[in-house]
């Protein structure tokens, strides 16, 4: 495992009072201390009171929330700002809507847009490349869709990434496969001190949205190698920001490929893992099943890497002792990996697959057989409670592409109950940085036998989420003396328990099994995050709290 370099906060000692504190260490928490970059107490308003002192500086949180900070385990840090900062498409509602707002933007250089989602419009044809370049007028146009697998291009776009023949070109506006990839990178051809912006954009949003680190799922693909420099680059900045938790999704052939490529990265990574694509996505009709998409037949998506690749790359980081992982979406890709896991056990052994961690991003088409076999080998699922609450439900997208397999996505509480170790994220920029309506969603699963108790969401959010990065201090995420001070403060409506009703991860309602407190998430409101800190340094406050 990796040692990445610590954050230590200027040494001051700050109490915080009169609210509620989620902690293990008690469930009726009112105040806690922070000594530096440490959790030193936590406890009764009563002791707060004969521990404060004049040196302190103290924090009335007038009954808001402290809780752990939240962990997004899957985001893109420089597609995420692009996205905030760039075109805006997830409204639009048909391509004479989309060429408008095209016509509509102003500025030089490549025009870059994202969020587009054909399913929704009232019509689901697709502008042209020519169209696109008619309304940019001449500026290159790259506009990702929703799910970030596929992308409108504009003829000069088109020339400039040389898509002429290559995979998933095509003869309209969309790219798909090669392609895509192609065309991604050609528009992300910016300065440097771009991108920098971008992730520093990012990052702001996260902050305030009460995230303390984010599992940074770079690849060649996306935006190369210098992209991931940068955003490793944050860890050792002086800059009060989220931690990043960096990978590096790039297949290794052998243990002696897989260590050259940790070497020639030049910043440390936690694994080759992430977005290494054994296929692709629902909504592009690129991720690989084993029977045709429901509305398009012949068409079953795309399978990227083979079993034997995969499981060379399990292999490789087995050996090594660092995770490997994948992008497995569909359950015909889910089968190629866990056959891949098959062929490296044995080669390997099965001790060494497990003790390596490895992980599964996304894993939303998997069947009963898959659950027990990816608990056999202790493979992470991160999973994203935002996509089934985008696109599930009888009239969502899923059910559009796959018909009643559908019904089966996402399989959360059956992860639980088979002993799947889960940590949650966003894929952001594909779902927002928004940690509390992912909880909702998880308590709210379309798929009612799917849903999990707040409780467990929580955690799966949190301290999951370190676990999953196999972090270095073991302690992260919660709340207790001698842990990390990495919290956020909460403004809230109402405070409970709230169970998934007769599922395993069910938890009383009862203060006497002195269980923490969580947001009501059914009040239509979402909670407000009033501060966050990392290590004790403080990332965002809205001014709400003074001490």
């Known amino acids: ?17 009169n609210g509620s504190v989620y902690t293990a260490a ?18 009764s308003e009563q002791a ?4 404060a002192d004049s040196s302190m500086d103290i924090i009335d949180l007038h009954g808001a929330l402290l809780a752990p900070g939240f962990v997004d385990s899957h985001v893109h840090l420089t597609e995420t700002g692009i996205a905030l900062d760039g075109l805006q498409l997830g409204g639009v509602r048909s391509a004479r809507e989309l060429l408008d707002a095209v016509a509509a933007s102003s500025g030089s250089g490549t025009l870059m847009g994202h969020g587009w989602d054909e399913t929704q419009w009232d019509e689901s044809a697709l502008p ?19 799910d970030v697998h596929s992308a409108l291009v504009s003829s000069s776009l088109a020339a400039a990434a040389g898509l002429e023949g290559m995979d998933g070109s095509g003869a309209g506006g969309q790219v798909k496969r090669a392609a895509h990839t192609a065309a991604r990178l050609a528009a992300r051809r910016i300065p440097a001190a771009a991108v920098r912006g971008y992730q520093q954009r990012a990052l702001a949003e996260a902050a305030a949205n009460g ?22 680059a944050w860890n050792a900045g002086p800059d009060a920001v989220p931690e990043i938790l960096p990978y590096w999704g790039e297949l290794a052939a052998s243990e002696d490929h897989a260590r050259s490529i940790l070497d020639g990265l030049g910043v440390p990574v936690l694994g080759l893992a992430g977005d290494l694509n054994m296929d692709g996505s629902i909504g592009s009709r690129t991720a690989a099943l084993r029977a045709d998409y429901s509305d398009a037949a012949g068409e079953r998506g795309s399978l990227y890497l083979s079993p034997a690749e995969a499981a060379a790359h399990l292999v490789a980081c087995s050996l090594l002792g660092v995770q490997a992982g994948f992008h497995v979406i569909g359950d015909a890709g889910l089968d190629a990996a866990l056959e891949a896991l098959d062929l490296a056990a044995a080669e390997v052994g099965e001790q060494k697959i497990r003790a390596a961690g490895h992980r599964l991003e996304h894993v939303e088409l998997a069947d009963a057989g898959a659950i027990s076999r990816l608990a056999k080998y202790s493979v992470t699922v991160s999973v994203q409670p935002g996509f089934d609450s985008a696109w599930g439900g009888d009239d969502g997208l899923y059910r559009q592409r ?12 059956s992860f639980y109950a088979a002993g799947v170790p ?11 940085l928004r940690p509390w309506a992912s909880v909702r969603a998880c308590l709210q699963h379309n798929s009612p036998a799917e849903q999990i108790s707040a409780r467990a969401a929580f955690l799966g959010h949190t301290r999951a989420g370190w676990r999953a990065a196999r972090y270095r201090n073991p302690m992260a995420g919660q709340l207790v003396p001698g842990a990390p001070a990495s919290f956020a403060v909460w403004e809230v409506e109402e405070l409970m328990v709230q169970v998934a009703d007769g599922r395993v991860q069910s938890w009383s309602t009862d203060p006497r099994a002195r269980t923490p407190l969580l947001p009501a998430l059914d009040t239509g409101a979402e909670p407000v995050c009033l501060q966050t800190v990392r290590d004790g340094r403080e990332l965002f406050s809205s001014g709400a709290l003074t001490d």
């Open 26 to 43: 008690d469930p009726f928490a009112t105040a806690m201390l922070v000594d530096g970059d440490t959790v030193a107490w936590v406890g």
């Open 422 to 432: 889960v940590c949650f994220g966003s894929d952001s920029p594909v779902t927002p």
């Open 48 to 51: 707060a009171t004969s521990i």
């Open 211 to 232: 995230y303390v680190a984010l599992a940074e799922m770079a690849a060649p693909h996306i935006g190369g190698v210098e992209d991931l420099r940068l955003a490793a």
């Open 128 to 146: 042209s490349r020519e169209e696109l370049e008619r309304a940019s007028g001449g500026r290159p146009v790259y506009l990702s869709r929703v």
């Open 1 to 17: 495992m990796t040692d990445f370099p610590a954050t230590t906060a200027q040494r001051k000692v700050t109490l915080y009072r």
């Open 402 to 413: 796959l018909g009643d397999r559908a019904r089966g996505m996402n399989p959360f509480a």
